[in-house]
C-alpha cells in the first residue's frame, strides 16, 4: 500500500510568516513599513470574513494596513475615486478589493484602475501579462502562487510532470498552468474545464492534478494515477447537521476514495487555503521592497 504525505498547508503557511516577518523587521529597520489596503464593497458575510482574516494578518505581522468598509449602494465612480487615493498613498504598497462586489459593480474595470505595481492579487492585465512573460517583477494571484509553494515546501519538482488542471479561471486555474509550464516549473501541462470529454481519462494520465472547480466531490478515485501529487483547491460548503453551523467545508476532491491512491495531498481544510494569506503578505511585502528600489 503506498503511503501518502498529506500536505500540511497550515504549518507550510507558519513557516512561510515566519520568514516574512525577518524580512518585514529588516525592511523596517531600513525605515519602510509595508502597507496593505483591503477594500470591502457590501454586506456579503463570507467576504467580510476573509476581509478580517487578511487585515489580521498584517496586523501580526506588523504590516501597516487600512480596511476600508464601503456600502453596498457605493458608486462604482466612488470606489475608483478610493482607488485613485490608494494608488497615490505612499503608505500603500499593496490594494486588493475583495470578490465578489456588488452586481452594479464592474469589477474588470475597477482592476484596470489599481497602479500595477500595487495589484496584489495579480489580477490587472500588466500581471497577467508579466505572468505570461515570466517576468519577476508582476505579482501572480495569491491562490495559485500558494499551490507552487506547497509543492516547492514538499521538494515535488513539477519538471517533466504531466499536470492536469481543471477549471480556467483567471483567479486559479490559468495562472496555475502558466505556473507549473514556466521555465522554473518545467511541467507539460493540460487544462481541463467544464467542457472537456472524459475528464476522468485524461485526469488518470495526470502525473499532478489540481482541481480548481467548486463542485464537492467531484474528482473521485477513477481521476487517479496511482501515486499521483492531487491539489484540491476547492472551497465549498455542504450541509452537515451534525456541525453546530450546520454546514461543512469540503474541496473538490472526494478525500476518502482519492486519498490512498496518492503520493501526497492537500486536505481541505488545512492544504491551499492557508497559503492565500500567507501569499498575499508575501506579494505585499514584495511590493514594498519594489517601491524602495530593492
Ligand atoms: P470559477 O467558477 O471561476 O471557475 C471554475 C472552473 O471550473 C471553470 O473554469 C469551469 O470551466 C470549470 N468547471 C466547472 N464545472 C466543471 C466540471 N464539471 N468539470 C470540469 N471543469 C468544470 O471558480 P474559481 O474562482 O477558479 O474557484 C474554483 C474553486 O476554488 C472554488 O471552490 C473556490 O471557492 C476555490 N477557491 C479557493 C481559494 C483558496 O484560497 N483555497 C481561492 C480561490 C478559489
Redesign the pocket.
Known amino acids: 500500500m503506498l503511503s501518502t504525505t498529506i500536505i500540511d498547508g497550515k504549518e507550510t503557511s507558519r513557516k512561510t510568516l515566519q520568514s516574512l516577518a525577518e524580512d518585514i523587521e529588516q525592511l523596517k529597520r531600513q525605515g519602510h513599513t509595508p502597507g496593505l489596503a483591503v477594500v470591502l464593497v457590501g454586506e456579503d458575510p463570507a467576504s467580510r470574513v476573509y476581509v478580517n482574516s487578511k487585515v489580521k494578518a498584517c496586523e501580526e505581522l506588523g504590516i501597516y494596513s487600512q480596511k476600508w468598509t464601503l456600502p453596498t449602494e457605493t458608486t462604482q465612480e466612488d470606489l475608483v475615486k478610493l482607488i485613485r487615493q490608494l494608488n497615490a498613498d505612499e503608505r500603500i504598497h499593496g490594494i486588493l478589493v475583495q470578490s465578489p462586489p456588488p452586481r452594479h459593480i464592474d469589477e474588470q474595470a475597477v482592476i484596470l484602475n489599481i497602479d500595477p505595481r500595487k495589484d496584489v492579487d495579480g489580477f490587472h492585465p500588466v500581471n497577467v501579462a508579466k505572468l505570461v512573460l515570466e517576468d519577476p517583477t508582476g505579482f501572480v494571484p495569491c491562490?495559485p502562487l500558494g499551490c507552487m509553494e506547497l509543492l516547492r515546501s514538499y521538494g515535488i519538482s513539477p519538471q517533466g510532470k504531466h499536470a492536469v488542471v481543471?477549471?480556467?479561471?483567471m483567479?486559479?486555474?490559468k495562472p496555475m498552468a502558466h505556473l507549473l509550464m514556466s521555465r522554473q516549473a518545467n511541467a507539460t501541462v493540460t487544462i481541463?474545464?467544464?467542457r472537456?470529454a472524459d475528464?476522468p481519462a485524461l485526469c488518470r494520465t495526470a502525473d499532478i492534478l489540481v482541481a480548481?472547480?467548486?463542485?464537492p466531490g467531484?474528482v473521485t478515485a477513477d481521476f487517479i494515477k496511482p501515486g499521483a501529487v492531487v491539489l484540491d483547491?476547492?472551497?465549498?460548503r455542504v450541509e452537515d447537521p451534525t456541525r453546530p453551523r450546520g454546514y461543512r467545508i469540503v474541496g473538490?476532491v472526494d478525500y476518502g476514495s482519492v486519498q490512498p491512491l496518492c503520493s501526497a495531498i492537500t486536505p481541505v481544510p488545512g492544504g491551499?487555503?492557508p497559503m492565500?494569506i500567507a501569499m498575499l503578505m508575501s506579494n505585499t511585502v514584495k511590493a514594498c521592497k519594489l517601491a524602495c528600489g530593492m
Open positions: 491562490t481543471i477549471g480556467r479561471s483567479i486559479v486555474g481541463a474545464h467544464s472537456t475528464l480548481a472547480v467548486g463542485r467531484l483547491v476547492g472551497i465549498n473538490d491551499v487555503g492565500t
